[in-house]
């Protein structure tokens, strides 16, 4: 089938067979409403109780399959991904409505994790520790936590799937996995890509359709011996209560209301591309996006006037047009929900610049970007994640101000600084509440071999990606050896 075209009907894929069950969603692409991406099948809760029962039976023998097996698949899954980067980048940018750039880059990236990963499976390294007795060894081994469900939201449809996925699969756990309602063909093309790689059947189950009907076995079975999950606050809040009583293991990424502070001494370009990137790239939908710009006052109406001309000069148009500088909204909902934040924002007493509707070609969910402007740390655009492409700007006094104002939130995922002191920079790095701190970068934007994860209402549980991840999808075992 020709993915940048043609209307696939893809099964969920149980134990390794393709399985169709009773009902099919269309996959709608957010720029061209008229084109319909293809039908995925739609979840019952006794196809999720089949895939975690065909996870449950393969996980004896993926718990003890080598590392070798275990990272020739990664790796030869990850280098299929990367071959197709720009068929599967197309994919995504029609599915979700980020442009072809951005989607290809997601698509690479994926790649990279799955590669990543494979590695790690063959560094699983454990301890050698004296014991406090004589004659007595001690060793300390990681092995699989177990069956694990994957939540993925539809931002970023094949990156953060693969970034869950593969470290479950490098330390030998066995996976169902839920991708987002909106965007079922990049997982589905994962998991096959993973199937075709050599994983042996039921080890990666694809269940596709609504969380809200399916979640409950995803999460409430006492088989599941590990959650992993990012979304929204309320449904992670949700799936928290859901596993507790079963003791559950749960990692959850969830919301951010990002800071992005700009100081008087700051490089007014740099600043200005900071922002922007951070504010704007993928339509704004991101946990990391830079949402609370907070600018000193000497340099406040300069970044403002510039700002809004960049924003201005934005191309906003189909996520697959050349030269799209910002692709759509991702559905009618979340537009809704951009738009009743830039009604709130002005109510309350913000000026809103741009966040007009735009009109194309075709009928898609465009929004132009916007700035509000005259905010307060109290107003609900600055409380609240409105995941779109809205910044609000805050004027503030000094650092010491703009610390303050960064810090007052309840999330803590990813913040940010624009200056040229080293010295404000680097109390910035260590007073920022958040779990990821950027100095003149984007807040968004990370690496794959670091750890990903944030403080407060945006994290729980142990960090993700990189080294790192190993901590969640393992469980340590000590063990004392008298020769
Ligand atoms: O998120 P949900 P949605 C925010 C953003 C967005 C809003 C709603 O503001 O507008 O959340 O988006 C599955 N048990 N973010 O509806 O509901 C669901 O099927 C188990 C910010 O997409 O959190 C999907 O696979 N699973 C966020 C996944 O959870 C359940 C990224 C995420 O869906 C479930 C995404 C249940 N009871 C949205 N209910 C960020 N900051 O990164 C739903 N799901």
């Not at 599941?224 to 999950?229: A, E, K, L, N, S």
């Not at 920079?425 to 794959?448: K, L, Q, W």
């Amino acid at each position: 089938m020709n993915l940048s075209t043609g209307s696939a009907r893809r099964s969920h894929i149980i134990g390794g067979k393709d399985v169709s069950g009773d009902a099919w969603t269309p996959n709608i692409n957010p720029s061209d409403t008229s084109d319909v991406v293809g039908e995925y099948a739609h979840a019952s809760e006794a196809d999720a109780a089949a895939a975690v029962e065909a996870a449950c039976a393969a996980l004896p023998r993926w718990a003890l399959a080598t590392p070798q097996e275990r990272a020739d698949v990664l790796d030869r899954a990850g280098s299929e991904v990367i071959a197709r980067a720009d068929e599967l980048g197309d994919l995504l940018a029609r599915e979700e409505g980020k442009t072809l750039p951005e989607a290809r880059g997601e698509v690479i990236r994926a790649g990279q994790i799955l590669k990543f990963h494979g590695g790690q499976a063959l560094r699983n390294a454990g301890e050698i520790i004296d014991s406090v007795r004589p004659g007595l060894e001690v060793t300390v081994t990681r092995e699989p936590l177990g069956v694990v469900s994957v939540i993925t939201p539809w931002n970023f449809p094949i990156a953060i799937p693969a970034w869950k996925i593969a470290p479950a699969l490098a330390y030998g756990n066995t996976v169902v996995f839920k991708p987002a309602e909106l965007v079922p063909g990049s997982a589905w093309e994962l998991a096959d890509t993973l199937r075709r790689a050599g994983l042996p059947e039921g080890v990666l189950n694809l269940v596709m359709g609504s969380g809200r009907e399916i979640g409950s076995v995803l999460t409430g079975s006492p088989d599941i011996d590990g959650i992993t999950f990012t979304g929204s606050v309320l449904t992670g809040e949700r799936i928290l209560q859901t596993a507790t009583p079963q003791r559950t293991r749960v990692q959850l990424e969830m919301g951010g209301k990002n800071p992005l502070v700009v100081l008087d001494d700051a490089d007014l370009d740099i600043a200005v591309d900071v922002a922007l990137q951070g504010a704007f790239g993928s339509t704004g939908q991101r946990c990391t996006a830079s949402s609370r710009l907070i600018v000193t006052r000497g340099i406040h109406d300069r970044f403002v006037a510039a700002l809004s001309a960049a924003m201005r000069g934005w191309r906003v148009d189909d996520a697959r047009t050349e030269g799209t500088q910002m692709g759509p909204v991702v559905d009618a909902t979340q537009l809704a929900q951009d738009e009743h934040y830039l009604r709130t924002a002005t109510t309350e007493g913000g000026q809103v610049i741009g966040g007009e509707r735009v009109e194309r070609a075709a009928s898609g969910h465009f929004l132009a970007p916007a700035l509000v402007v005259g905010t307060d740390s109290s107003m609900t655009v600055n409380r609240e994640e409105v995941f779109g492409p809205v910044a609000s700007v805050i004027e503030v006094d000094d650092y010491d101000e703009a610390l303050a104002v960064a810090n007052d939130t309840e999330f803590g995922l990813s913040s940010g600084i624009v200056t040229s002191s080293l010295a404000a920079a680097t109390h910035f790095r260590r007073h920022s509440g958040a779990g990821m701190v950027m100095v003149n970068v984007p807040t968004a934007g990370v690496d794959y071999h670091v750890p990903f994860g944030g403080r407060r209402a945006s994290s729980f549980g142990p960090r993700e990606q990189g080294t790192y991840a190993r901590e969640f999808f393992t469980v340590a075992k000590t063990a004392y050896v008298k020769a």
